[in-house]
């Protein structure tokens, strides 16, 4: 398998990251209801961009060339590769996109409800990790590693990295809950706060002994 697919997965993993920047920057500058018609904003494909509609249509515009790219990714899976589990990887990354799309939507259309938000955010996180894992899976690196050999009596690697996996999920929805619950000028849940710093030592414990083992 050539470089081209591994190389087209890092450009769309790069401009995921990119995405979550400009959708942070939405929530930062309370610009998320900038416009109130989706996905059109004010009526237009191409509004001024002036205001908080700079932030929210920006935003769209680069969510669009992210699907678009995902699109493109999946084909090129399709056709390039021969494992079947990165293929359907690929069709799940598609869905990721056009789910994030989606309720990327209900927020405007709902004006802005908690759940949905946290929804939007945490949806977000997971998609930027799975074009993150298309492009570590299609790497040289990876088709080319050896299997770790795990010694007998030990717990399996396996175990503690979906450990990690299932504490970091949850971190990113507390993150993405407390992000959501109150403008700059009011004051955050306490409780929330809380669980969130929690939950930051919890992942730095178990990715930690994940990656030590």
């Known amino acids: 398998m050539g470089r081209g697919l591994n190389r087209f997965a890092i450009l769309l993993a790069c401009a995921t990251f990119f995405l979550i920047i400009a959708g942070a920057l939405v929530t930062s500058n309370d610009a998320g209801l900038a416009t109130s018609d989706w996905p059109l904003s004010n009526g237009q494909v191409f509004p001024k961009m002036v205001g908080n509609l700079f932030w929210e249509h920006g935003h769209r515009m680069v969510a669009t060339t992210v699907g678009l790219l995902t699109i493109a990714l999946m084909v090129y899976v399709l056709i390039k590769e021969k494992r079947g589990w990165v293929r359907k990887l690929s069709v799940v990354a598609l869905l990721g996109v056009i789910a994030q799309g989606l309720l990327g939507g209900l927020t405007v259309k709902l004006m802005l409800p908690l759940a949905v938000s946290t929804a939007h955010a945490t949806l977000a996180q997971l998609f930027f990790c799975t074009t993150v894992s298309l492009a570590v899976f299609t790497s040289r690196s990876w088709i080319e590693a050896t299997p770790i050999a795990e010694e007998k009596g030990t ?38 706060i809380l669980a969130h710093i929690g939950g930051a030592f919890a992942v730095t414990l178990t990715l930690g002994g994940a990656a030590i083992t």
Do not use: N
Not at 162 to 183: K, P, Y
């Open 155 to 192: 717990l399996p690697l396996r175990y503690l990295c979906t450990a990690a996996l299932v504490t970091i999920l949850l971190q990113l929805v507390l993150g993405a809950t407390l992000r959501h619950s109150a403008t700059w000028d009011k004051h955050l849940p306490t409780e929330l």
